[in-house]
């Protein structure tokens, strides 16, 4: 099922969590709402839901106006982050339960949620009470729950955030397992960029309540189209240079502390500019160089290093072969490559 949102707003009284939201949700797909906490993520998830009214626009499922239809109407599927499951029931009563306020007969929701725990490879804890499941096994009762509705609509809303590290990566890998599986068209809500990037087909990125950007997680990253987007995503993070166009057309820093040498040919001599550079995009050692650097520090990172560089007054953030013979106090030639490196306007945010 597709979801179409038109001028979604929310306000609570003088604060505006969601601004005029323009969006459509493919069918089948996974799409991530991601962005820092408080940009209005789980209010949209509200809204689509039928918890929260909204305070002007429309939402469609498909061709039909569901904005002011009931939540019980809208076949959805939800999910928390705090699981919500009955602790006196089973495993097998707390999944049939939605099945039973439908009046579903006992022997068939009973056979649905054992091939909804099936789905979910939750088949042997059905007798279990939920204090007895780990933070992951609930969370897979959660998902059954939500989906034994058939809903026309998954929604999850920080569902992994009270797992630990590596429980996290194996359920983000469930996730999208049973997604596929299912087919239905989900919406996740994280401000995890992980997250986001391995499991969805698309991610919305908002900040203040206002959609900055929507593509494929690998597009997102090579091709920012704003300063926050750039800046949100990445780890470590991108290496960010105030500075300004010289009139040689080249990036000085603000403090004309150095020059670096690369071709901005949109940029004005004098226009105050963000030169952002991914660690991946630099390269030292090169006879070919953009400009020289101050090696600060370096750090073991498995089969990599990532070392600290200082260029003029600004440190940025580099990777290294751990093969490459260099020490703390080295000056080292370094080189940009075309991606990754990007150039914003300063006052705006908005890519040059």
Do not use: W
Not at 14 to 30: I, M, P, Q
Not at 134 to 141: F, M
């Amino acid at each position: 099922m597709q979801i179409k949102v038109e001028h979604l707003t929310k306000r609570f009284n003088d604060v505006t969590a969601v601004d005029d939201f323009n969006k459509v949700f493919e069918s089948g797909k996974l799409t991530a709402l991601l962005g820092p906490s408080g940009c209005g993520k789980s209010t949209m998830l509200n809204m689509l839901a039928g918890i929260l009214p909204v305070s002007e626009g429309k939402i469609y499922f498909d061709d039909e106006d569901v904005t002011d239809m009931p939540p019980q109407k809208r076949g959805v599927g939800l999910v928390f982050q705090n699981y919500a499951l009955y602790p006196h029931m089973s495993v097998l009563e707390n999944i049939s339960f939605p099945l039973e306020i439908q009046k579903v007969n006992k022997d068939e929701r009973h056979k649905k949620a054992i091939e909804m725990a099936k789905l979910v490879q939750i088949e042997q804890y059905l007798d279990r009470k939920p204090k007895e499941l780990s933070g992951g096994q609930q969370q897979r009762v959660a998902i059954a729950r939500a989906l034994i509705k058939n809903p026309r609509l998954l929604l999850l809303d920080e569902p992994l955030s009270n797992l630990d590290a590596r429980l996290r990566l194996e359920m983000r890998e469930e996730i999208r397992r049973i997604q596929l599986e299912t087919k239905v068209t989900t919406i996740f809500v994280t401000h995890d960029q992980e997250e986001a990037m391995s499991i969805s087909d698309s991610i919305v990125l908002m900040r203040d309540g206002v959609l900055m950007q929507e593509a494929a997680p690998q597009e997102l990253y090579d091709d920012p189209k704003h300063h926050f987007v750039a800046n949100f995503l990445g780890n470590p993070p991108i290496n960010n240079i105030q500075g300004y166009i010289d009139t040689d057309g080249c990036f000085m820093l603000s403090d004309k502390s150095a020059k670096i040498k690369i071709a901005i040919p949109t940029a004005k001599a004098g226009e105050k500019v963000i030169l952002s550079i991914r660690p991946e995009a630099i390269t030292i050692d090169d006879e070919d160089f953009d400009f020289k650097a101050q090696i600060v520090e370096r750090y073991t990172m498995g089969k990599e290093e990532l070392a600290i560089l200082k260029v003029g007054s600004s440190e940025i953030r580099v990777y290294l072969s751990r093969d490459y013979d260099c020490k703390k106090g080295d000056i080292v030639n370094v080189k940009l490559r075309q991606k990754g490196v990007f150039l914003f306007d300063a006052a705006s945010g908005k890519r040059l």
